[in-house]
Structures are given as structure tokens and as C-alpha cells.
């Protein structure tokens, strides 16, 4: 059974970081496009970062703030975010293609 966990969510300051993680059972990542996305209130869940091919993306907000990685041996998917501001306040999922994760909160405020 395909399980994506996530974990790492919080209350943070604007200027902090946070770092989440999403323990995947049941397949294999190494052998997946699997992506980091996020739902803010009243908006579109849209993609945050992925890894497909070897290749990186991220959307032009959280460039150079944020960074995806993926520990094969642990089967986990990291996302760890720097310099948060209130924009980045939202549920963010963990996905793989057929499986979404059922989110974790982040809330940056003061």
C-alpha cells in the first residue's frame, strides 16, 4: 500500500526555517517524479519543488530559499525552507504520481 507521510510543520517567524519530511512505505522514491506542493487558503494548490529525471525545479518564489532533496536510503523527501515570510503560510503535501501525502501546516507569523 502506497503511504506518503508528512511531518516537519509548524509556527515559525517571518526570516525562520523549517525543514519537512515525507517517509514514503510501500514503493520505492528513487524510482518516482515526487514533488513538494502547497494550498494556501483561498488559493490553487500549486508546485512547490520536484525531482523528476534527475532533474530539480522549483517555483520562482521559494528559488534560492528553498531546497528538495531525497535520501534514498531512508526513503524520505526533505524539504527544507529558509527566510519564511507570512506567503509561505499553507498545507504542504508530499506527492508522487496516484498518491498525495495528507499534508502538513505551515504557518509563518509573528
Known amino acids: 500500500q502506497v503511504q506518503l507521510v508528512e511531518s516537519g510543520g509548524g509556527l515559525v517567524q517571518p526570516g525562520g526555517s523549517l525543514r519537512l519530511s515525507c517517509a514514503a512505505s510501500?514503493?520505492?522514491?528513487?524510482?518516482?517524479?515526487i514533488g513538494w506542493f502547497r494550498q494556501a487558503p483561498g488559493k490553487q494548490r500549486e508546485l512547490v519543488a520536484g525531482?523528476?529525471?534527475?532533474?530539480?525545479t522549483y517555483t520562482d518564489s521559494v528559488k534560492g530559499r528553498f531546497t528538495i532533496s531525497r535520501d534514498n536510503a531512508k526513503n524520505t523527501l526533505d524539504l527544507q525552507m529558509n527566510n519564511l515570510s507570512p506567503d509561505d503560510t499553507a498545507v504542504y503535501y508530499c506527492?508522487?504520481?496516484?498518491?498525495w501525502g495528507r499534508g502538513t501546516q505551515v504557518t509563518v507569523s509573528t
Open positions: 506527492y508522487v504520481p496516484g498518491a
Open positions: 525531482i523528476s529525471m534527475g532533474s530539480i
Open positions: 510501500g514503493f520505492t522514491l528513487d524510482y518516482y517524479a
